[in-house]
Every structure is written in C-alpha cells, then in structure tokens.
C-alpha cells in the first residue's frame, strides 16, 4: 500500500522537528500548548481471544476467535490527559495487536513507538497496548508561528487480570467469635452491611453475634445479648429492616425483643415475599403475616413433609407478573431407601394455595448433601454441602439442576492462602450467607460468605461482580 504525503505535512513536519529541537535546549520552564491539539474520540476494533469451552463430546476445548471491542467506552479526562475504560476486558483478550479509531482536532496524530520515537499514527497501525501508550497531537501555534506537539495523552486498555467468571476467595482465620465459644449448629443472614449468626453450643445455650463487613472486608464479632429463651436459631430472616425469630412458637424481633404477632403455634420462618413473612406452623401450615403480624393468608403444606429444622428458601416476583411471588425452598432429604439421593425442592406461587414438590428425576436434580445450602446469586439459584465438593446451579426455578465444573468451584487444592473448604469445617457447623451492597441505587449481590464454628470465615466473589472502589 502506497501512502501519499502532502508536501505542505512534510514541511510542517520538518518545521516542527527544527521548533523541537530547538526547545530542547531553550531555557523556558512552561510549554504553551496550542488549543486545537485534543483527541476527542478513542474506540479499539476487533481483538483476538482465547475461548474456553466444550467440544460436541463434552471434552475441554480451548480455540482462538476474533470478538469486536468497538461498543466499549473509552473515558477521555481532557484535564489530566488520560484515556481508559472503566470496564475492563476480559482476561483472555489480546491486545498485543490493536487497531485504535482516533479522532482529533487535527489530522495529524503521533504516538510513542516501541523505540520511544515519535511516529506518525495512521488506522492501519496494529498498536500493542499491554502498557500505555502515548499519544500527542500536532496542531498550529499562532503564539509560536509553528506546528507543535499538544500536550500528550497515555491511553490504557485495561484487560482483567483474573477471569471474569473466576471466584475470588478469601480466608479470615484469625476471627473467632470469643474465647472458646464454638457452635454445633448455626444459621446466617445478612442485613445492612452486617452478617448476623445464630448459633447453638455443644452444651445448648444459643447465642448471637454481628459483624460488619463492607465489600468483601471484615471487622470482628460482637455478641448481640438478647432476654429471649428458646431460640430456634434455624428460624431467623430479616423482614423489614429487622431480624426476626421464633421462639416458644411465637414471633420476635432481635432489636427490641417483643413479640410481635399474636400467632402462637409458629415452628419455623420461611422466606419474604415484598411486604408479607412466610412461617410455617405446628400444624403444618403456611401462614402468610402482614407487617403487623396479623395474618394475611393461610394455606396446607403438602402432607407427609414438614419445613421444621434447617432449610433453605428464596424468593422473588415471577417473570410473568410482578405482583406476584414465587418461593423455592430446598432442605436436605431423610434416607430412607437406597433411591432418596435427592435433595427436596418446594415451590409455591403467591397466588395458588398449594405448595408443590419436585418430583425427583436424575440426572437434573439435585444430588442429597450434608446440610445443605441454597442461595441466589449472579441471577441463578445455587445449592452445595458440607463437601463443598461441586456447586448446582438452576435457572428454572430449583426444577433442574446442573453441576458447575466451569468457574464456580470450589478450592480443590491449597492454593493462595485457601484449602479446601472441608479443611475449615469443624462439628459439621457452618452457615452462609450473600453479602449485597448498593450501586446506583440497585443492590448487587458479590460476596458468598462461609462461617465455620469458630467464627472464622471464607468468602468468594465473581471476579466481574467484585464492587468498584
């Protein structure tokens, strides 16, 4: 390819290397930039990247593909003369050999070659931005009667250095509840930067503690002392702003320890839908409670099960009808015959007065597990146990289930300061808990936090949901 050059450039070109030399050895302490010397659009094309994935048998398969940046958004800070993406590339990306789209005041913009010399730019360079790269451009000066530089801009391509879809993990050891206090059974919830845990001793006495923790940081315990007995420590929920339990089969709120609904025959919480709480009675019913504790709703629990002891629960406004909730519960299954390897899922609709369970079919459901977990998280539901073997995810409401062997894993060796999860793990005890925080007004879940039975804890995060400082 044959590139004119218009002798006029070539001039101003050779003016300008004269001017510059010049100033090299001039005395003046201040640079009298010209005006019309700004870039003031930036984009990168198409890029190579690495693609993880399978192959038709379900074997791994690693390939290359070219994937177009273009609709990225670069942030151009005219002030300090910086270019950057807020939102970083993926890990795989290559960006050894990019072509940039630059537009400027003038035609004629440079950059830093790999030898430090200023070259000429033109859009058919293949430029490598693992570092930054500087870019200037060359603009008319009234004030100096010749072609100068403006005042350079570094551009930065910022690629993730972890997978985006890789879990982050992080052990807290040093963080014990108080000097010899160890529970045998606990339960999690979190509420306004703080995590709340309900625990129970080797010798039953229950006691609570708090903690705040702000985007994955953690501070330390402080027993939350409380004048109710019989706490059913698998009860507790947050509703309203405040942690609720049961205890003696009525309903209580942990911040000012009064009764709070005149409901007397309460066993256990389940979940919330908007501005209703879910209890499950001893008589095998779904009472649905207003604010107030007066009952909204009443309705049967299927016959032969019970919501009683550890269980896990989630809800939220169906797809269909916003005004609408549909709840999942999950709880681990008594073995009774060799073929219960299942875990069981219940599923309601606000509007039906039935409760339904799925009926189990392998491979789609999920697998029995040791006090099992449901959570959700990164828009789908997600179960494991105390193996911490293989986390399951769902994206049809808790009806099928899949086994993740991409990035949501579990540590399977030591690596980086974390061991395996079941090394933590201690009397079987341990609860967990999805850590949120506010962005532009919208709550993100990020951080999945394990508490073991001493109080120390493990947390993880996706890489792209790790909150922006």
């Known amino acids: 390819m044959k590139i004119r050059i218009l002798p006029a450039l070539v001039a101003g070109v050779m003016a ?6 010049s100033c090299l050895k001039s005395n003046y302490a201040e640079i009298d930039y010209p005006v019309e010397s700004s870039i003031k659009a930036f984009s990168i094309g198409t890029l190579r990247q690495t693609i993880y994935g399978k192959d038709s048998e379900g074997n791994d398969s690693i390939y290359t593909d070219t994937i177009s940046y273009a609709h990225v958004p670069f942030t151009i800070d005219q002030i300090n003369r910086q270019i950057y993406n807020k939102d970083s590339l993926p890990k795989e990306v290559d960006v050894t050999r990019v ?12 950059y830093k070659n790999k030898y430090d010399r200023d070259s000429l730019w ?3 360079d293949s430029l490598d931005f693992t570092n930054e790269v500087t870019f200037k451009v060359l603009a008319y000066s009234e004030l100096q009667n010749n072609f100068v530089f403006g005042k350079p801009y570094t551009v930065k391509v910022n690629v993730h250095k ?8 992080k052990h807290f050891g040093d963080k014990k509840f108080a000097e010899g206090v160890t529970f045998t059974e606990q339960k999690a919830v979190y509420m306004n930067d703080y995590i709340y845990v309900f625990g129970e001793t080797a010798e039953g006495n229950v006691k609570i503690y708090k903690a705040n923790v702000n985007r994955g940081s953690f501070t330390s315990w402080e027993e939350v002392s409380t004048s109710i007995t019989s706490i059913d420590i698998n009860s507790a929920i947050v509703y309203n702003n405040e942690v609720h339990f049961i205890a003696d089969e009525k309903l209580y709120n942990l911040n000012s320890n009064n009764q709070i609904s005149s409901e007397t025959n309460l066993s256990n919480l389940i979940s919330v839908n908007g501005d209703k709480l879910l209890a499950y009675t001893t008589d095998n019913k779904i009472v649905s409670l207003n604010s107030d504790g007066t009952k909204a709703k009443e309705t049967d629990f299927i016959e032969g099960k ?4 550890r269980i896990s629960a989630v809800s939220y406004t169906a797809e269909h009808n916003t005004s609408l909730w549909r709840t999942i519960v999950m709880k681990n299954r ?3 015959v060799e073929s219960d390897t299942t875990a069981m899922v ?22 029995n597990q040791g006090n099992i977990s449901m959570i959700s998280y990164d828009g789908k539901l997600f179960a494991y146990g105390e193996d911490f073997d ?7 409401n808790g009806l099928n289930w899949k086994k993740e062997e991409g990035y949501m894993i579990f540590p399977a060796k030591e690596e980086n300061g974390i061991k395996p999860l079941k090394d933590y793990l201690k009397s079987e005890s341990y609860s967990t808990t999805v850590e949120g925080y506010y962005e532009n007004d919208s709550f993100k879940g990020s951080f999945i936090w394990f508490i073991w039975n001493d109080g120390s804890l493990t947390r993880c995060c996706l890489n792209r949901l790790m909150p922006k400082e």
């Open 334 to 336: 008594v073995k009774k």
């Open 16 to 21: 300008t290397t004269a001017f510059l030399s």
């Open 346 to 367: 219940f599923n309601n609709i606000s509007s039906e007065d039935k409760w339904q369970e799925y009926t189990p079919i392998n491979p789609t459901t999920c697998p």
């Open 122 to 124: 033109t859009s058919a």
């Open 99 to 110: 072509l940039a789209s630059i537009s400027a005041d003038n035609a004629s913009i440079w």
């Open 162 to 169: 972890l997978n985006p879809d890789s879990l982050v993990w």
């Open 306 to 309: 019970n919501l009683n002891g």
């Open 390 to 396: 293989y986390f399951y995810s769902s994206t049809d």
